[in-house]
């Protein structure tokens, strides 16, 4: 079978090339934009490269590449631009995570041969908590793998990890692999996107901080009222509301 990946000298990494891994990349070509794809194979890279270098990853005899692969590369299915994928009251984490999911199930033939509930259900998580490194972290290796390949697609060489796992010649070879295409200012358009459009799934993550800086259109459009909402829905004061109106009952 051919690889529709090139070869990573540099990095010496090797994408695992499989059926079903073929079929995710296809879909996530058909449903999300190329500056998406990118990113995503830009992540699977870098969870590749880090798997390769960090000695937690390296001592795991039987981690499952394919499955951190393919997490990656649906991982950002909630950006989908077929809207009709899309939930109108789920986080887009979850929304990814859903649709990987189904995409899996849904798998015929040999694309489907040894999926077992339990690496469907690591394909979930990963995708699920890959913006949660605090969770993910503690996780199975394949999930925080996913997860750290995704966070290094942001900082690159940067990134907060005694050694420097990512020299700037393998950061290079990725970046010129897959492209970003305007990454930076896309993502500002995503996330102000789901501020806007999905605002009550925004109110308890990261999310929520694109609409505060950047307005709803990505632009400051509606910043200081969006301000007001995400302190009217914030957690705490949910909590401590609740726990005060408890108290009628307690005395």
């Given at each position: 079978?051919?690889?529709?990946?090139p070869?990573?000298?540099?990095c010496q990494?090797?994408?695992?090339?499989s059926?079903?891994i073929n079929?995710?990349?296809?879909?996530?070509?058909?449903?999300?934009d190329?500056?998406?794809?990118?990113?995503?194979l830009?992540s699977?890279a870098?969870?590749?490269?880090?798997?390769?270098?960090?000695?937690?990853?390296?001592?795991?005899?039987d981690i499952?590449?394919?499955a951190?692969?393919?997490?990656n590369?649906?991982?950002?299915?909630?950006?989908?631009?077929t809207?009709?994928?899309?939930?109108p009251?789920?986080?887009?984490e979850?929304?990814?995570?859903?649709l990987?999911r189904?995409l899996l199930?849904?798998a015929?033939?040999?694309n489907s041969?040894?999926?077992?509930?339990?690496?469907v259900?690591?394909?979930?998580?990963a995708?699920a908590?890959?913006?949660t490194?605090?969770?993910?972290?503690h996780?199975?290796?394949?999930?925080?793998a996913v997860?750290?390949?995704?966070?290094?697609?942001?900082?690159?060489?940067?990134?907060?990890?005694?050694?420097n796992p990512i020299?700037?010649?393998?950061y290079?070879?990725?970046?010129?692999?897959?492209?970003?295409?305007?990454f930076?200012?896309?993502?500002?358009?995503?996330?102000?996107?789901?501020?806007r459009?999905k605002?009550?799934?925004?109110?308890d993550?990261f999310?929520?901080?694109f609409?505060?800086?950047f307005g709803l259109?990505g632009?400051?459009?509606?910043?200081?009222?969006f301000?007001?909402?995400?302190?009217e829905k914030?957690?705490?004061n949910?909590l401590?509301?609740?726990?005060?109106?408890?108290?009628q009952?307690?005395s």
């Open positions: 079978m051919s690889s529709p990946f070869a990573f000298p540099i990494i090797t994408f695992p090339s059926p079903l079929a995710a990349l296809a879909y996530s070509k058909e449903h999300t190329a500056c998406t794809v990118n990113h995503t830009r699977a870098f969870s590749l490269l880090l798997m390769r270098k960090l000695p937690p990853f390296a001592a795991v005899d499952d590449v394919e951190v692969v393919l997490a590369i649906l991982h950002d299915l909630g950006w989908a631009t809207k009709s994928l899309l939930s009251d789920k986080r887009f979850i929304d990814g995570a859903n990987a189904d199930k849904s015929a033939g040999e041969a040894g999926w077992d509930k339990h690496r259900q690591l394909i979930w998580d995708i908590l890959h913006t490194p605090s969770i993910a972290q996780k199975e290796p394949e999930v925080s997860s750290l390949g995704i966070f290094a697609d942001f900082v690159g060489p940067n990134i907060p990890i005694p050694g020299s700037v010649d393998e290079k070879e990725i970046v010129t692999a897959f492209p970003r295409l305007g930076k200012d896309h993502l500002v358009e995503i996330m102000c996107g789901l501020c459009e605002p009550d799934t925004t109110f993550n999310v929520s901080d609409g505060k800086s259109d632009k400051g459009t509606g910043k200081e009222d301000k007001k909402l995400c302190e914030s957690l705490s949910m401590m509301g609740g726990l005060e109106a408890c108290e009952w307690e």
